[in-house]
């Protein structure tokens, strides 16, 4: 006879049965399929939006510019080429460039590929 009695056994195995090792496998499993769905791109989607930043920060730099030169002279003003010469192209891990589209600038950031960063977006800036 054995001297432990059957509540003593049960009470002495300690661990997980396989049936719970594989339940919380399959819990592990479908949140991962609910959730890694919503990660993927997030990157690119974040780099995007910080390039869009980097646009406005553009549209500012030119309208603190025109401010600048409307009151020097409403002609300095509405040259759009030198007020261009005065606005930085660097806006951190973005470079900006600018075009002139009549009265119009169209803004472009594109990020850094030396700095990792891949992100772009379009703007456009119009004098008042």
Known sequence: MNPLSRKDRCRSRKGFTLIEIIAVLVILGVLSAVAAPKFIGLKTEAENRAALQAVVE???????????????????????????????????????????????????????????????????????
């Not at 002279?73 to 040259?79: F, G, K, L, R, T």
């Not at 891949?118 to 004098?127: E, F, L, P, Q």
């Open 58 to 128: 553009a549209q500012n730099r030119l309208t603190n510019q025109y401010a600048i030169k409307l009151m020097t002279s409403q002609e300095q003003a509405n040259d759009l080429p030198a007020l261009l010469s005065s606005v930085s192209t660097d806006a951190g891990d973005y470079r900006l460039s600018f075009a002139v589209a009549g009265s119009e600038i169209e803004i472009t950031a594109s990020g850094i590929p030396e700095k990792g960063v891949t992100g772009t977006a379009r703007g456009k800036w119009r004098s008042r």
